[in-house]
């Protein structure tokens, strides 16, 4: 079946360590994007992007950044991670054709940031 | 900027009764409303949408109303059944801009 795959699924890293988040998708989607997930504060937007040329900031990319290396790839980066990143990070994808898309999420991946 | 409002944050109800999450959302240009179900562990994924030309939408035991008026949408579940236990999530979307602003989470437990 198509689907949506993070690596790696959990990470526990130190203040100051550069760390990358990938994902891959087999369901042929343009768009990509982002999330982190904190309890109460629901799925806030990092970044995303509607094809390997295009990158758009989200409404919290501080201290984040990203590269889409093709079409099924987009990875986040934290340059230099800090404890308030520790977080539940998804990455969903989206058909590009239609105007009212269902966004398809990834499995996550857990950070702690000590 | 936009923005959606999600209450309540916890519901607990006994099996077989009814729960209701309600949103509000900030930009009156939104057309698409998805709701989104993540069990325990597990990903989001698409339960109900709705989109702003219609008012109301079914599917078996779930629903959800829009007032674009009023910019409130809900999520109505009936008869509801422990496996129903998760953290529900609503979204609002302007079609052109591929991107969902989500509500902050409400944690529904039904209690057998």
């Known amino acids: 079946d198509a689907d949506v795959t993070q690596t790696p699924r959990n990470r526990i890293t130190k203040t100051g360590k550069r760390i990358m988040l990938e994902c891959s998708q087999t369901?042929?989607?343009?768009?990509m994007y982002w999330y982190r997930q904190d309890p109460g504060l629901g799925l806030r937007l990092i970044y995303y992007?509607?094809?390997?040329?295009?990158?758009n900031k989200g409404e919290i990319s501080d201290g984040y950044s990203v590269s889409r290396q093709a079409q099924a790839k987009f990875s986040l980066s934290l340059e230099s991670a800090i404890p308030n990143q520790t977080a539940l990070y998804f990455c969903?994808?989206?058909?590009?054709?239609?105007?009212?898309?269902?966004?398809?999420f990834g499995p996550g991946t857990r950070l702690t940031v000590l | 900027g936009e923005n959606v409002e999600q209450h309540p944050s916890t519901l607990s109800v006994q099996e077989g009764d009814s729960a209701v999450i309600k949103c509000t959302y900030s930009?009156?240009?939104?057309?698409?409303f998805p709701w989104y179900k993540q069990e325990l562990g597990k990903r989001p994924q698409l339960i109900i949408d709705i989109r702003s030309n219609v008012g109301e939408k079914k599917d078996q035991r779930i629903a959800v109303t829009l007032n674009k008026t009023a910019k409130h949408f809900s999520l109505h579940i009936t008869e509801t059944q422990p496996e129903d236990s998760a953290v529900y999530f609503c979204?609002?979307?302007?079609?052109?801009?591929?991107?969902?602003?989500f509500g902050q989470g409400t944690t529904l437990q039904v209690k057998p």
């Open positions: 992007s509607f094809d390997v040329k295009d990158i």
């Open positions: 930009d009156s240009a939104s057309n698409y």
């Open positions: 969903a994808t989206s058909p590009i054709a239609g105007p009212y898309n269902e966004q398809f």
């Open positions: 369901k042929g989607h343009d768009r």
């Open positions: 979204a609002a979307s302007r079609s052109n801009t591929g991107k969902l602003i």
